[in-house]
């Protein structure tokens, strides 16, 4: 499955599954390990995890692998990785302190 495929499987999973806030960032230009990043927050930490498996099962039933997830037992920070697709479930408290999309639009510097 293509990158822009698997990318609009967890967007739409996140948005069925009421996950706040969904923003996906599209990196190819200023790193190698994914496509795509895609974070949402999660109301609560059951909730948190309950997103992060739904679009683990919706990715594996479509006939994509699911090459990891950490940080289910604490249920703050979820992280998925799809190969092409990197996906972070926090919670509000979590994405408000690590900041990830201000941190992954940076723009490559024209320095030389």
Known sequence: MNAENLKDIVINTLDDMKGREVTCLHVTDITTITDYMVVVTGTSSRH?????????????????????????????????????????????????????????????????
């Not at 990785?81 to 723009?107: A, F, N, P, Q």
């Open 48 to 112: 948190v995890r309950s997103l992060a498996e739904d679009v683990a099962k919706k990715v594996k039933d479509s006939g994509s692998p699911v090459y990891g997830m950490e940080g289910q037992n604490q249920g703050e920070w979820v992280l998925l990785d799809l190969g092409d697709v990197l996906v972070h479930v926090m919670t509000e408290d979590i994405r408000k302190m690590y900041d990830l999309e201000s941190l992954w639009d940076m723009k490559p510097s024209d320095k030389k």
